[in-house]
């Protein structure tokens, strides 16, 4: 028997800098809206006009110092406005929502960049989520070297992406920590290929997803 509660699903994509996010999401979208799914898509840090402020204070390049711990909850007061105001309630109304970066980039910049012990970041996300988790978080995955080679090409760096390889490798490293901790919401995927290599991997995540999906329905 056909369910009549909302069924919308929740989509993250994480990666360090350089990993082709952006273009990986248009495509991923892309895929999900044809199958006859309307999408909400957003990014953090920001996603509404508050968090958008907040995003501009995070990753620009100010002259008053930004403290790690400054960080840290200044990402979380972005996703608390992002949670409340865009992904509860789309996914509320059966929407799926595809999100560039959530909690994940805290535990892996913050976390394994910064340094910052994992269970305070835990604490924050446990507080301002509550029940909230992704259904799927795709990692796309590539060496810091051709990351950030392919950032210098882009140009324009953000605080963020003005960090050193150092920092970019405890980050990528936290990612893949995450992994394998949770190998079931993760969907690792190699990033250092193509464009449409990158995407067929995806193509195949999604796909997966959306077969999972409608044999639910069915049941």
């Not at 990402?75 to 992002?82: E, K, V």
């Not at 604490?123 to 051709?146: F, H, S």
């Not at 919401?185 to 409608?214: M, N, Q, W």
């Amino acid at each position: 028997m056909e369910s009549t509660v909302p069924t919308g699903k929740f989509i993250t994509i994480e990666g360090i800098e350089g990993v082709g996010k952006s273009t990986q999401m248009s495509r991923l979208v892309a895929a999900i809206e044809s199958a006859g799914y309307e999408v909400v898509t957003t990014r953090e840090p920001g996603g509404t006009p508050t968090a958008e402020l907040i995003r501009n204070v995070v990753l620009g390049h100010a002259e008053e110092p930004i403290s790690d711990i400054a960080e840290l909850l200044l990402m979380f007061a972005s996703r608390s406005l992002l949670v409340e105001n865009v992904i509860r309630p789309a996914l509320d109304s059966g929407k799926w929502v595809v999100s560039d970066r959530f909690v994940d980039a805290s535990r892996a910049y913050q976390g394994g960049g910064r340094g910052i012990p994992m269970d305070r970041v835990n604490d924050l996300a446990d507080w301002v989520l509550r029940d909230l988790k992704p259904d799927l978080t795709v990692l796309l995955d590539a060496p810091v070297d051709v990351a950030m080679a392919r950032t210098d090409r882009r140009g324009g760096h953000d605080r963020l992406d003005s960090e050193r390889a150092d920092f970019y490798t405890r980050v990528r490293q936290a990612y893949l920590d995450l992994v394998d901790s949770e190998p079931e919401r993760f969907a690792l995927v190699d990033a250092s290929g193509t464009l449409d290599e990158v995407s067929a991997e995806i193509d195949a995540v999604v796909r997966a997803l959306l077969s999972d999906k409608k044999s639910r329905k069915e049941s």
